[in-house]
């Protein structure tokens, strides 16, 4: 999902917040874990070699949801 330039920040955080749920919403088994390994492949500088390495980010354990 790509948003023009001229999109207002608030705009924009409200689109990108409402992607995540309805994200979150498509995952099934073990939700909480395959999110956080998203928000860790999303996050971490260059490329990701292993899930042992995901899961070590610090993006990828923030503490309980809320929601």
Known sequence: MSLPVDVPGSEALGLLSR???E???CLCAR???LFELTDAV???D???KTLV???LAAEHRRGPRSG
Request: hydrophobic letters at 45%; a negative charge; proline letters at 6%.
């Open 19 to 21: 992607f995540r749920v």
């Open 23 to 25: 994200f979150y919403e």
């Open 31 to 33: 939700a909480d874990a």
């Open 42 to 44: 999303l996050c971490t």
């Open 46 to 48: 260059g490329p990701v």
């Open 53 to 55: 390495e995901l899961s």
